[in-house]
């Protein structure tokens, strides 16, 4: 199975600073790292993910890294906004199909303060 | 909405009794996904169905089963019901599996008195 850490468990910034939530992974045969949003009382939504032949992947203010060799990968957050407060879960499925078990992190509570 | 429905929304019930929990996934996912969230808990994976058929089990309870119907819609049972079951259920959909994302219902919180 995967085991997958997540640092850190709360995080608390002041608006407009930056960001960053890294995860850590132990099987080497991932190949997708998802990262979701979920805010208070509602779903987790996939906002990025990459895949393992990249190491690098932007969405307007969001990125994600990925460090194969080292077996992590970040969210990184820019110019945080008030509404960017959420808990943010990274994940580490294993494979494209097939059986396997999904693990998520522990997730990490982002505080951004106005 | 996400195209992933599950119903009902909330559950409150006693201890010691049994809930369905229902999810219909996004049109044209095959797969659904279980994952059980308590209070300051992650996403606890339960159970995965793919097409109808098990695929995958995580840390699920013997007292809980799960289903996928012939129309892909899923059901979580949960009998002899504790205190501690009480949390939010989420179920997920996916078209090609984890590896594609998930696509979350907005759960089902159940609590149990």
């Known amino acids: 199975g995967e085991n997958v850490e997540q640092h850190p468990s709360t995080l608390s910034v002041q608006e407009g600073d930056s960001a960053v939530i890294k995860c850590t992974y132990s099987d080497s045969a991932s190949n997708y790292f998802p990262w979701y949003k979920q805010e208070l009382g509602k779903r987790p939504q996939l906002i990025i993910d990459?895949?393992?032949?990249?190491g690098e992947k932007k969405d307007q203010r969001i990125a994600v890294t990925l460090n194969k060799t080292a077996k992590h990968f970040s969210l990184h957050i820019t110019e945080t906004q008030p509404e960017d407060s959420a808990v943010y879960f990274c994940?580490?499925?294993?494979?494209?199909?097939?059986?396997?078990?999904?693990?998520f992190g522990r997730g990490t509570s982002l505080i951004v303060h106005p | 909405d996400s195209g992933v429905t599950q119903t009902p929304k909330h559950l409150i019930t006693a201890t010691g009794q049994r809930v369905t929990l229902r999810c219909s996934p996004r049109?044209?996912?095959?797969?659904v996904y279980w994952y059980q969230q308590s209070l300051d808990q992650g996403l606890q994976f339960l159970i995965q169905y793919y097409n109808g058929e098990e695929r995958a089990k995580g840390n699920i309870l013997e007292r809980f089963s799960a289903q996928q119907f012939p129309d892909l819609h899923s059901e979580l049972n949960l009998s002899s019901l504790e205190l501690g079951d009480s949390a939010l259920y989420f179920c997920?959909?996916?078209?090609?599996?984890?590896?594609?994302?998930?696509?979350f219902g907005s759960g089902t919180r159940l609590t149990v008195v």
């Open positions: 997920a959909s996916s078209g090609g599996g984890a590896a594609y994302g998930y696509t």
């Open positions: 049109s044209g996912d095959l797969s």
């Open positions: 994940a580490a499925p294993r494979g494209p199909t097939g059986s396997y078990i999904p693990t």
């Open positions: 990459i895949r393992s032949n990249v």
